[in-house]
């Protein structure tokens, strides 16, 4: 069964204040791993796909890489407006369904 | 181009009632999926439907049911609804398996 461990649970972060989320998966293959973001009483909005490790994705202020156990997004320098809940979930080349992590809650104080 | 439209945005209804949740896919995509998303915990698998057929389901009870249309649209039926089935459903559509998928705003639903 495909398991996707996301921490930490919460985190909160100084304008400014660079940091990294992590996500560990296990899954029996992997052909893809996702990252959303998702804001209060909104759906998840699309970030990255990741396909295979050593696979990097840039976009703004936030990167995500991927090995063949977990994956980090990392946020560089963040903004308030990147506070949300920061969804990892992964899929697998049998299946047709995501798998998703319980979530990073972030907060960005100004 | 028109996102995943999923209606009501919220609903209210009472134990054992039955609802029904509405999810047009974005033009073009013909995979639609179900996920439950409980308060302050990540989206739970419901179904996927593909071409109008059921391709995955997950771990829920018989009371949940969903279908395809020939334009793609999909509908999420839940029976004898319980306090437990209080949840965000969202609807995910997709070309198909591995093209990723885009969410919708989801369909707020609590029992009382």
């Known amino acids: 069964e495909d398991q996707v461990t996301q921490s930490p649970e919460a985190l909160r972060l100084q304008e400014g204040e660079s940091s990294s989320l992590n996500c560990s998966y296990t899954?029996?293959?992997?052909?893809?791993l996702f990252w959303y973001r998702q804001d209060p009483g909104k759906g998840p909005e699309f970030l990255f796909t990741l396909y295979s490790a050593g696979e990097e994705k840039e976009k703004e202020r936030l990167k995500a890489t991927l090995t063949k156990k977990e994956s980090f997004l990392h946020i560089t320098a963040p903004k308030p407006e990147d506070s949300a809940t920061y969804l990892c979930?992964?899929?697998?080349?049998?299946?047709?369904?995501?798998?998703f992590g319980e979530g990073t809650q972030l907060t960005v104080n100004p | 181009d028109a996102g995943v439209t999923q209606s009501p945005t919220h609903l209210i209804k009472t134990r054992g009632q039955h609802v029904t949740l509405r999810c047009s896919p974005i033009?073009?995509?013909?995979?639609v999926s179900w996920y439950q998303q409980v308060l302050g915990q990540g989206p739970q698998f419901i179904f996927q439907?593909?071409?109008?057929?059921?391709?995955g389901r997950g771990n829920f009870p018989d009371r949940f049911s969903a279908r395809q249309f020939p334009n793609y649209s999909s509908e999420l039926n839940v029976n004898a609804l319980l306090l437990g089935d209080s949840a965000l459903y969202l609807c995910?559509?997709?070309?198909?398996?591995?093209?990723?998928?885009?969410f919708g705003s989801g369909t707020r639903l609590t029992v009382v």
């Open positions: 995910a559509s997709s070309l198909d398996a591995g093209y990723g998928y885009t």
């Open positions: 439907y593909y071409e109008k057929e059921e391709r």
């Open positions: 899954v029996s293959g992997l052909r893809g």
């Open positions: 979930a992964v899929e697998e080349t049998s299946g047709s369904r995501l798998t």
């Open positions: 033009s073009g995509h013909k995979s």
